[in-house]
């Protein structure tokens, strides 16, 4: 059984940082491409970052590029989102997700499985 647990938001100051932790079950998390999106209030849900099967690349969207760092231990199972100069603009629900494809980015009508999200709040 596919499982997806993501950890790690929480609250923090503008210029902050965080780091999201994405575990998998059920499957090896390097076999696919799995992807970082975000949702806030009143808005569409949009790809941040995503790492493609056997770390053969990484996509990161323009609004956070040169702020955020996808990664990913296979020997734990897990993918990370680090977070850094974080802006107001970032807060949003973050989810980890997979369309058990191989490559970045992964539009998100064809996500097949996605984790359970956590929130960000960046504020003063």
């Known amino acids: 059984q596919v499982q997806l647990v993501v950890s790690g938001g929480g609250l923090v100051q503008p210029g902050g940082s965080l780091r999201l932790s994405c575990a998998a079950s059920?499957?090896?998390?390097?076999?696919?491409?799995i992807s970082w999106f975000r949702q806030a209030p009143g808005k569409e849900r949009e790809a941040v970052s995503c790492?493609?099967?056997?770390?053969?690349?990484?996509w990161t969207a323009n609004s956070v590029k040169g702020r955020f760092t996808i990664s990913r231990d296979n020997a734990k199972n897990a993918m990370y989102l680090q977070m850094n100069s974080l802006k107001p603009e970032d807060t949003a629900g973050y989810y980890c997700?997979?369309?058990?494809?191989?490559?970045?980015?992964?539009?998100?009508?064809?996500?097949?499985?996605w984790g359970q999200g956590t929130q960000v709040t960046v504020s003063s």
């Open positions: 997700a997979t369309d058990q494809g191989r490559s970045c980015p992964i539009p998100v009508g064809r996500i097949g499985f």
């Open positions: 059920g499957f090896p998390l390097d076999y696919y491409a």
């Open positions: 790492i493609s099967s056997g770390d053969a690349g990484t």
